[in-house]
């Protein structure tokens, strides 16, 4: 197997057949009228800052993905697609955030995961995995769109998760589940992705992402307070926190000793994992 950032890895064929954007029908290093973003200088736009670490190119092999993207994020396949340069853009930005984000974290991949996270760290693996349990609810139902949708979600938490020790573990795993999710759609990023970042010689032999449950299990939540029916902020408890263990909380809060105005209460309405509103 290659070696993790090794160049000339193996791009996959063209993708071909009626269902599958290929050939010189579709060639997206120059997918708008002016060239904006594929290859090909917009003489409008002002010279663009170097990055500080570039990535490398994106492989013409890719050109198909971004159409591929578009098409399964704009419609539900059942609905008729409405065309949108614009569009088609937007799918290449993102997919050019995880081509760049990948290569940025490449150092990192390599650590294993903390065994006790951070709270900021467990929060965002949570929200991955919550998000992977959707998805693949969705690809079960040919919903590819919200499939996208989810990729992109997995995206943002992956870029919010601290590069410590705590959540340098997490990338890894987060981005290997997020290739994999999106590889049916844009096939040719993924596989190369997969191979540079060393995850394996190729993707389709790797095993289809499932959600881990004590990954979305939560420690804590945190329930909206409301007193007389207003909110009046929030209380964060242990997830399994027994019901009188939320109504003293509640009692004791700060916002209790405000507004309730020395009045007792009268009675507590306990909504379980959404709020608590104390009535006097």
Not at 17 to 32: C, D, K, N, Q, V
Not at 51 to 68: E, F, G, L, N, T
Not at 259 to 264: D, I, K, M, S
Request: hydrophobic share 40%; with cysteine; charged share 25%.
């Amino acid at each position: 197997s290659g070696g993790r950032g090794e160049a000339g890895a193996a791009p996959l064929p063209r993708a071909r057949g009626p269902g599958s954007p290929g050939g010189g029908f579709l060639r997206f290093w120059a997918y708008t009228r002016s060239g904006r973003g594929c290859g090909r200088p917009d003489p409008t736009s002002p010279p663009a800052a170097p990055p500080a670490r570039a990535s490398p190119p994106i492989p013409k092999s890719a050109a198909p993905d971004p159409a591929r993207f578009f098409m399964m994020f704009a419609s539900p396949p059942e609905q008729t697609l409405e065309w949108s340069d614009s569009s088609v853009e937007g799918s290449f930005r993102f997919l050019k955030r995880l081509w760049t984000f990948g290569h940025a974290v490449k150092e990192t991949l390599g650590k294993s995961p903390a065994a006790k996270p951070d709270s900021e760290s467990a929060a965002l693996r949570r929200e991955i995995h919550l998000n992977l349990k959707q998805a693949n609810y969705d690809m079960g139902r040919h919903q590819f769109n919200t499939v996208a949708s989810a990729a992109m979600k997995m995206l943002n938490a992956l870029e919010r998760m601290p590069r410590n020790d705590s959540g340098a573990g997490f990338i890894a795993e987060g981005l290997s589940i997020l290739l994999r999710l999106l590889s049916p759609i844009t096939p040719h990023v993924c596989h190369v992705l997969w191979q540079e970042l060393d995850f394996g010689k190729d993707i389709l032999e790797a095993p289809w992402p499932e959600p881990i449950d004590d990954a979305m299990r939560q420690d804590e939540i945190e329930l909206v307070l409301q007193i007389n029916g207003k909110h009046r902020g929030g209380l964060r408890l242990p997830a399994g926190a027994a019901r009188e263990d939320i109504e003293r909380a509640a009692l004791a809060s700060d916002a209790a000793h405000k507004f309730l105005e020395g009045r007792p209460a009268r009675k507590i309405v306990v909504v379980p994992g959404r709020l608590v509103n104390v009535v006097a």
